[in-house]
């Protein structure tokens, strides 16, 4: 069989700026996650810290020997209050682009990743139209300073995220704010109102979704008029979906509800963003429970790691552009499963190019273990391990071994592990 990775092939690690960077306290997220009953585990406070220590994460990635890092830039950092830019955000992030290409990193930017600025989402967030005309003018501004360091952007991360969550029967599809008095709370606490106030993943799925749809394709525009020359698409959440007695009905409108719009909107894009980390069976009735014997993790959901099959086959197939896994991984304590984990959806990344596929890169979500939203610091998605003391950074066995993949640019499940 020949090799089947393209010499150019990607392999990196991803990380969000709220979950590792710390103090993001323009953000809608911190005053949520501050507000006297909050669904939240605990606030994101100091993070990773990665404000910071960028330059160590940076080394650190490519001295295991990845070739690309996956980072958001973080626009309530950014644009803090309405029309004002931070020119020293925008150097900030020049600082760690910069210092990517220095250690032969090539920056994936990912220019949404759930959290806004407050004043976006007091005044109507994901539900209103003027976050899509605010985002790109955001956009054309940060790619304006940026866009000669960037080498693939992505505009916003799991527009779908609500939609999928509703149509796996996590959240409701008016999403949960109308349910959760601490979301009432926190609109006031900004002088919004619930109606108003929209947080990401917290509001109604279909038309966060839509809202979202319009943002992608306008920034997408306005991202591809640089300055820089570089690929731009969309990522998705996508859990592989698998339809058993009866419940073929019922998955098909999962996937037009929650994949369907953005992989025919991303016809037109440069790639498709796949970020997979489990699977839904659907039955007669809907989504079904895990099956029994399938191990179940600390997110709620199935060991699973050969869903990254189903999903890349299913978006090249849709969406007729080349395919990057933006994301995926495991979130656990025992890196010995996180290991298998890959092992497996590394062996599934491998059929497909094998079967002719166009997947051009593949990124293990996490570098680091970080913040995981309502969840806290718990679930540890990490392949280093962070102290959360002494913000220590220590590579576990996971990241040894995809290293060695990357600098090899060659996968042997034999050997991985
Ligand atoms: C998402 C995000 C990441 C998560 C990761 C693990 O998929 O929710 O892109 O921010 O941390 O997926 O749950």
Redesign the pocket.
């Known amino acids: 069989m020949a090799h089947p990775f393209r010499d150019d092939f990607i392999w990196g690690a991803a990380t969000?700026a709220h979950?590792v960077e710390g103090n993001n306290t323009h953000s809608d997220f911190w005053l949520l996650e501050h507000t006297p009953g909050t669904a939240f585990q605990e606030p994101s406070g100091d993070a990773c810290d990665q404000l910071n220590r960028y330059a160590e994460d940076i080394a650190l990635l490519a001295d295991l020997g990845f070739g690309s890092y996956r980072l958001s830039i973080e626009w309530a950092r950014i644009e803090p209050e309405e029309g004002h830019f931070s020119v020293a955000a925008l150097e900030h992030y020049r600082r760690v682009l910069a210092a990517c290409h220095e250690r032969g990193l090539r920056p994936c930017v990912t220019f949404h990743?759930?959290t806004n600025p407050l004043w976006v989402t007091a005044d109507g967030g994901w539900e209103s139209d003027r976050t899509a005309d605010r985002f790109a003018r955001y956009c054309e501004r940060a790619v304006g300073h940026l866009g000669d360091l960037i080498e693939v952007a992505c505009t916003l991360?799991?527009p779908n995220?609500p939609a999928s969550l509703s149509m796996a029967g996590v959240l409701p599809a008016q999403g949960i704010k109308q349910l959760a008095p601490f979301v009432a709370a926190a609109a006031q606490r900004c002088g919004s109102d619930l109606e108003r106030f929209s947080p990401f993943l917290l509001s109604d799925a279909l038309r966060t979704r839509d809202v979202m749809l319009a943002a992608h394709m306008r920034s997408r525009d306005v991202l591809r008029s640089g300055p820089g020359e570089f690929p731009v698409g969309v990522?998705l959440?996508m859990q592989d979906c698998v339809a058993v007695a009866g419940g073929e009905e019922k998955l098909k409108e999962a996937r037009a509800a929650s994949f369907d719009p953005f992989l025919e909107a991303a016809r037109e894009d440069d790639f498709i963003g796949v970020?997979t980390?489990s699977r839904t069976r659907f039955g007669a009735e809907g989504p079904l429970p895990a099956e029994e014997g399938v191990p179940v993790l600390v997110?709620g959901y199935e060991y699973w790691p050969q869903a990254l099959e189903g999903t890349i086959r299913y978006a090249a197939d849709v969406a007729r552009v080349p395919v990057l896994v933006t994301?995926n991984?495991i979130?656990t304590d025992d890196d010995a499963q996180r290991v298998a984990y890959y092992r497996e959806a590394l062996s599934a990344l491998v059929s497909c190019l094998e079967d002719g596929i166009d997947v051009r890169g593949y990124y293990a979500?996490?570098l680091l273990d970080?913040y995981?939203?309502l969840f806290g610091y718990g679930?540890r998605?990490g392949i280093v391990d962070v102290d959360r003391e002494t913000q220590a950074r220590t590579p576990k066995p996971s990241a040894h071994l995809l290293g060695r993949v990357a600098r090899n640019n060659a996968f042997d499940p034999g050997t991985f592990g």
């Open positions: 969000a979950q990743h759930f991360n799991e995220l990522t959440a970020q980390y997110m994301e991984g979130g979500w996490s970080n995981e939203w679930p998605f």
